[in-house]
């Protein structure tokens, strides 16, 4: 039971350019949604944060998008930098679970020069 | 250190001897979850520990799996009689608090265990 998902394995954009990245989730129980980039032989680091209350929190070149209705998030990036090309994963957590994390699938984002 | 610790970085191992992982959390943080990720897939739950509560288990994938966290603070998680299929790099992650709006859990780097 995938309860949180990215349909998109990989992403490829120019430098400079919007990176849009996707992420879907079926419980409705979720009330906290984070995405976290995970660069190789490192552990993932935390990028932004959305409360289930809010449909948008910007922070810089990021900017999340939650859409409840459509159980939707995504996470906008511009402009888009090399530096930005790692593995994007989507999570989400409820309080009623004890706020562990349920992560999707990950996206590698590469930002072309 | 100012973040989370995790020893050691790599273990390679033979089918069926036990393992320990250690994870260090950020100091003053209450909370601390193991979670494992396994090739081409997404971090998955395994544990977690708050404060002096019973730690929810409920994503250990079988018996021979087991954690503890002493003093509140360090954490060992200990795989007995390791399968192939227990190949998979483990996150060991600690947030200041559990049931809050916001919970950010900070990662370590991972132990990367290779099961012969």
Redesign the interface.
């Given at each position: 039971d995938q309860q949180?998902k990215?349909n998109s394995p990989s992403l490829s954009v120019q430098e400079g350019r919007i990176s849009i990245l996707n992420c879907d989730y079926t419980n409705s129980m979720f009330?906290?949604f984070?995405w976290?980039k995970k660069y190789p032989?490192?552990?993932?680091?935390?990028l932004i944060?959305i409360?289930s209350i809010k449909d948008k929190n910007e922070d810089g070149r990021f900017t999340v998008f939650l859409n409840k209705s459509a159980k939707h998030l995504s996470l906008h990036i511009v402009p888009s930098q090399p530096g930005d090309s790692a593995v994007y994963?989507c999570?989400a957590?409820a309080?009623t679970s004890?706020?562990?994390?349920?992560?999707?699938?990950?996206t590698q984002l590469t930002v072309n020069p | 250190g100012a973040g989370?610790s995790q020893s050691p970085s790599n273990k390679v191992t033979e089918k069926g001897k036990d393992v320990e992982l250690r994870c260090d959390p950020i100091s003053g943080h209450t909370?601390l979850?193991w979670?494992r990720q396994s090739l081409?897939?997404?971090?998955?739950?395994l544990i977690?520990f708050?404060g002096n509560s019973a730690p929810?288990k409920s994503?250990l994938p079988s018996d021979r799996f087991s954690a503890e966290r002493t003093g509140g603070s360090v954490s060992t998680l200990t795989i007995q009689r390791t399968q192939q299929e227990d190949s998979a790099v483990y996150?060991c992650?600690s947030?200041p608090r559990?049931?809050?709006?916001?919970?950010?859990?900070?990662?370590?780097?991972?132990t990367r265990l290779s099961v012969l």
């Open positions: 949180v990215q009330d906290y984070l976290y032989a490192e552990g993932p680091t935390f944060s409360s994963f999570a957590s309080r004890g706020s562990r994390l349920t992560f999707g699938e990950g | 989370v909370a979850y979670y081409g897939q997404g971090l998955e739950f977690y708050q929810d994503g996150l992650a947030s559990v049931v809050v709006a916001k919970n950010i859990q900070y990662f370590g780097a991972g």
